[in-house]
Structures are given as structure tokens and as C-alpha cells.
């Protein structure tokens, strides 16, 4: 049997936090629940958060796996335009910046009860 | 249920960044108080630029230089500390610890308190002890380039050999400048219990035990809230954390009673990977910490169990900072509202862009329209290109220039002012401000070029 997937933003199902040094960011993201820790390790991928961070001249990310916390940790090198003595930018830390990874989409199974039920078809009879 | 009877030390935050909430430290004293066991509360007050902002202070008054809201933090609690026996621990001497010492003891006479024993942590300062063209740069400040200006202050990140050793030597206050964050919290415990620093698991946990107070209320509610997802009790009260300390350096972070935010197994992960890079190898001065099989358990409300810190030898090198004079920066902002502001907001900045190429202005500049995609975007615009929905609306064009000229960055913030009369229809509102900045870099000293120590201040050091 496949299981029904759909596709929802990471921050339905994980929060983080975002933190500076110097010009490196790291963004943590926590699954809130166990249940979606293998989505996060499945499709949260240093690949895809290099690539959100592209537009930024990023080009190297790594991600430390932390099972027992449910959690990853991406390591953005170069990715705050000077950081927060240099840039230009308003959010010269970075802080807003988890909240772009919690932006991305996933792929999670649809389970019973999710409240995520298929959408009603409604129609007006002419 | 079994009932455990463990004897617990006390540390609690009273400050987790130089401007944080005043009267936060007054819930975490009282509480440690009534518990009556004394303990330390620690103030974390120093940024990485915080330190040049005092060194540039200390240039201009020599009994400045050290955090400018201390008196303010400290007044309502100090004499509390001092009859519960509640040692305070702070960084909070910047780049004057001996000057932040001498107003604590003011301070402490003025509540007729009389002559505390006030402990002054030294060594940090490295100007005229390192030649900087000696040492490597720290990998994380990755592209960012070198030292190009005039350097004012050069600081190691200390350990917490001396802040423990000012305890043991029976100091009420310790005033430090430059230590590792962690340090505050490691220094007491390992005073309390007597932890050798070869035993690396307990240096470790002592460690953890830092990492997870520095910042204040960030662990218990603070920096958290997201409404409908992760929602927080109390926001404008929040307490700040309290962990209670085991010999073995197991401990559990909880909050003092009565106070709002919350301590759960989400804000003290959110908090436990903050800053973290490497998890298997968080390098101090002290003890690399190893967090990967840290055990987390919720033991009741507002209470997480921490264990599971492992420790290994500490790093050869010591992390310094070096501040030194950057660029000036200049910031304006105007705004448009209404119908087709998007478009007028669009025009201002094409017409500055135009402005300061025909003036030939020699500032590096971005522009953002807040309201749209600012504060994720690049200094090239690359989201704002492709931002097209809601021409009508309420936004904010918000202009930065950067420049090592004070008069061509003023000459470029200018040329918004001037978009009043100049600019598209209807803009308003128009803020600006010029200021000088302090960079900074991470190097990487050898050990042997730090000498750390402390005396008592009115005692020959």
C-alpha cells in the first residue's frame, strides 16, 4: 500500500531558530513531532537549503543529524553579506533566517485524524 | 512514586544580552533566595561588538568602558544577593572590569550594604601582547575581508579557571570582561563542587549548563512565540531561567513561579543547538562539548531534565576578537501608501540608484521596500525583482549606504531627504541617521600569550 502523501510548509510540522557568528549562520529545525523526524531527515536536505540560500553567493552548507532531539543542524557558510558589523542588509544577524528554511515545502504521509482532509468539491447547480 | 532527595546548586540568568529586560533578575534572586541554599545568577552583557563600543568609552573616560545599564541591572537585587548568599557573575566589565568593580562597591555602599568582596577577572586584553600577522583567522568568518582599519581592541575568550578560583577565594561579585558565555555558569559550579578539570564530563555539563542560560530568556519562552504554533504564556513577564545543578552535572532548567513564557522539550532544544556548528564538537576554552547524546525529559511543568553532556579535551588555540574601526553607515527611509504605491516605491529607488551614479557618490548601497521581501533579501535585490503582487499597499523604501567617508555617506543619505520635493508622488516620512561602525574578526591565539588571573578590587591585583 502507498501511503497518501501531500505536501505542506516545514513549519506546520518543525520549528527553529537561527543563530551568528561572524559571517556563518546555523538554523536548527526540531520536528514537533517524532513521526515527521524521518521527513525532515528525507527532504530537509543540505542540497535544498544551499539552494534557498543560493541567491545569497552561498555554496556550502552542512547538516549535522541529531536523532535523539528530532533535530537537524545546517551550518550556512558565508551567508549573511558581512554579518552584523558589515552588512548592509536590515536583519544584519540573521535572525529571520530560520523562518526561510520553515518556508520551504514537504512531502509528509496524510495520517487519520490529521485534519488535513481532501478539500470538498462544492458546485453551484445552474 | 519514588521521591528523590537530591541536593541541587542553583544558577540562575539574570541578563542574556547587553540590553535585555531590566527588572528580569528580580524573580531569579527572589527564587534562589527562598530556596535558601544561596547560588550564583550570571549577567551575559557582552556582544561581539560590544566590547569596542566600551573600549572606545574607556578612551573617552577612563572610568567608563563597562556595561552602561549595570548599576541600573544591579541595584535591585544586589543586597538581596548578598544576604542569600547569591554570588553575581557577570561580563558585564566589558573593557573595564577594575571600573565596573569600584561602581559595584559604590553601589553596595550607597544601600548601606558596606565593602563587598568584588572580584576582578584579567587577561582578556591582548593589544601590545600579540602581533596579529602571527596568527590564523578563524574558519567561520569565511570570506569576510581582513583587518583594514584601526584595530581598538583585541580580546581573547577566557576560560572559567579564574572565575572559579575568585569564588573559592570568597568573592560576593565577579566582574569580568571577555570569557566564554558558558564560563559564567562553569566557573561556580566547578568552585561548588569541586570538579578537577580533567574530568571532562563534568566540565562538559557545566559548560552545557552555560550554553543553555547565556541567553537569558531564550530558553524559557523568549524569542520563541509563534502564535497559533508555538504560543507563550505571559510574554511580557517571562521569566528568566533557573537550572538546578547536580554533583554528577545533570541539571534541570526551570523558571521561578508566577513569571510567564515556559520551559518545555522545544525551547530548550531551540536553545541547546543556538550557535551551536559542529554538535559533537562545540570548542571552548575549557572542554570541546559533545551534545550529540544529550537526553532531554519533561519532569514536570516548566521543568526539563538535562543529562548526557560528554566532554573532550579542550582546544589547543584560544578564539580572540579583534574590533577595529569599519565603514560609515548611513540609513534613510521614506514611505509610500496607497494606490500604485508599489510602483512609487519602485521609482524612489531607481531615481537614488540614477542619483548617486550621476553624482558619482562613492558608497556601496541597497535599497529594500519593507513590507515586501526586506529582510530575507540580498544586497542585490534578487526577491524584490520578482515581488509583483499588491501594487497598492503601505511600504516602506529603506536605503542603506556604506562608505569610509563620513561626508560621502551623509552626501548619499541626503539625496533621499531631498526625494520630498524631488521624488514620486506622496512619500513621507522620511528618517535618517549616519554612524560609524566597529567590525570585527575571530583569530586564533596560542594559550601560552594569555595570562589570566583576578584580584579584589581595593587590593593591589
Given amino acids: 500500500m502507498t501511503a497518501l502523501m501531500q505536501t505542506v510548509s516545514l513549519h506546520r510540522i518543525a520549528h527553529g531558530r537561527s543563530g551568528d557568528k561572524g559571517n556563518r549562520l546555523n538554523v536548527n529545525i526540531i520536528a514537533y513531532e517524532p513521526r515527521h523526524w524521518p521527513v525532515l531527515e528525507a527532504e530537509v536536505t543540505a542540497e535544498r537549503v544551499a539552494a534557498l540560500f543560493a541567491y545569497r553567493g552561498v555554496i556550502q552548507v552542512t547538516r549535522y543529524a541529531l536523532p535523539r532531539l528530532g ?7 558565508d551567508a549573511l553579506e558581512g554579518g552584523v558589523n558589515s552588512s548592509l542588509g536590515l536583519d544584519t544577524h540573521g535572525k529571520c533566517l530560520s523562518y526561510l528554511v520553515l518556508g520551504m515545502d514537504v512531502r509528509v504521509p496524510v495520517e487519520p485524524g490529521d485534519g488535513h482532509e481532501a478539500e470538498p468539491v462544492l458546485q453551484t447547480a445552474r | 512514586m519514588a521521591i528523590r532527595e537530591v541536593y541541587v546548586y542553583r544558577i540562575g540568568s539574570g541578563a542574556g544580552f547587553s540590553g535585555d529586560r531590566i527588572d528580569a533578575p528580580q524573580s531569579v534572586v527572589a527564587a534562589i533566595a527562598a530556596a535558601g541554599e544561596g547560588g550564583t545568577v550570571i549577567f551575559e552583557t557582552l556582544g561581539e561588538r560590544t566590547l569596542a563600543l566600551g573600549q572606545i568609552a574607556k578612551r573617552q573616560d577612563a572610568a ?36 565596573a568593580a569600584a561602581a559595584i562597591q559604590a553601589l553596595a555602599i550607597r544601600l548601606g550594604l ?36 584601526d584595530v581598538i581592541a583585541i580580546n581573547a575568550y577566557l576560560g572559567a579557571g579564574a572565575i572559579a578560583d575568585a569564588i573559592r577565594a570568597g568573592a560576593q561579585v565577579v566582574v569580568t570582561g571577555r570569557v566564554a558565555d558558558p564560563a559564567l555558569a562553569l566557573g561556580p559550579l566547578v568552585a561548588h563542587f569541586n570538579w578537577a578539570w580533567d574530568d571532562l564530563d563534568r566540565i562538559a555539563a557545566g559548560t552545557l549548563v552555560g550554553h ?26 517571562i521569566g528568566f531561567p533557573i537550572a538546578e545543578v547536580e554533583a554528577d552535572g545533570s541539571f534541570v532548567i526551570t523558571k521561578a513561579a508566577g513569571t510567564g513564557g515556559l520551559v518545555d522539550l522545544r525551547t530548550v532544544k531551540e536553545q541547546l543547538l543556538y550557535e551551536i556548528h559542529d554538535p559533537a564538537a562545540y570548542l571552548t576554552p575549557d572542554v570541546t562539548l559533545d551534545i550529540t547524546d544529550v537526553d532531554l525529559e519533561e519532569i514536570g511543568p516548566d521543568r526539563v531534565r538535562v543529562s548526557g553532556a560528554r566532554g573532550h579535551a579542550a582546544p589547543a588555540r584560544l578564539k580572540a576578537t579583534v574590533s577595529f574601526y569599519g565603514d560609515w553607515l548611513g540609513e534613510a527611509e521614506i514611505s509610500y501608501a496607497g494606490p500604485n504605491a508599489l510602483a512609487r516605491a519602485r521609482l524612489a529607488i531607481t531615481t537614488i540608484n540614477e542619483r548617486v551614479r550621476m553624482r558619482d557618490i562613492p558608497v556601496r548601497h541597497r535599497a529594500d521596500i519593507i513590507g515586501t521581501v526586506s529582510a530575507f533579501d540580498s544586497d542585490d535585490g534578487d526577491f524584490l525583482a520578482d515581488f509583483d503582487d499588491t501594487p497598492d499597499g503601505d511600504y516602506r523604501v529603506r536605503f542603506a549606504f556604506g562608505g569610509g567617508s563620513q561626508r560621502e555617506v551623509e552626501r548619499a543619505v541626503q539625496e533621499v531627504n531631498a526625494l520630498y520635493c524631488c521624488g514620486p508622488a506622496g512619500g513621507g516620512g522620511v528618517r535618517h541617521s549616519v554612524r560609524p561602525r566597529v567590525r570585527t574578526l575571530s583569530h586564533m591565539v596560542p594559550r601560552a600569550l594569555v595570562e589570566t588571573g583576578f584580584h579584589f578590587a581595593g587590593e593591589p591585583s
Fill in chain 2, 114 to 149: 558596606g565593602g563587598l568582596r568584588i572580584a576582578v577577572v584579567s587577561g582578556d586584553d591582548l593589544v601590545g601582547r600579540i602581533d596579529l600577522s602571527q596568527t590564523e583567522r578563524w574558519d567561520g568568518d569565511g570570506r569576510l575581508p581582513g583587518i583594514d582599519g
Fill in chain 1, 71 to 77: 533535530a537537524l543542524n545546517f551550518v550556512i557558510e
Fill in chain 2, 212 to 237: 543553555l542560560l547565556e541567553c537569558g530568556a531564550q530558553v524559557s519562552g523568549g524569542f520563541f512565540a509563534d502564535p497559533g504554533f508555538k504560543d507563550v504564556p505571559g510574554t511580557a513577564n
Fill in chain 2, 64 to 99: 567608563r568602558g563597562y556595561e552602561p545599564l549595570l548599576e541600573d541591572m544591579l541595584e535591585p537585587i544586589l543586597a538581596r544577593c548578598v544576604s542569600a548568599g547569591i554570588v553575581i557573575v557577570g561580563n558585564f566589565g566589558q573593557a573595564n572590569p577594575p571600573a
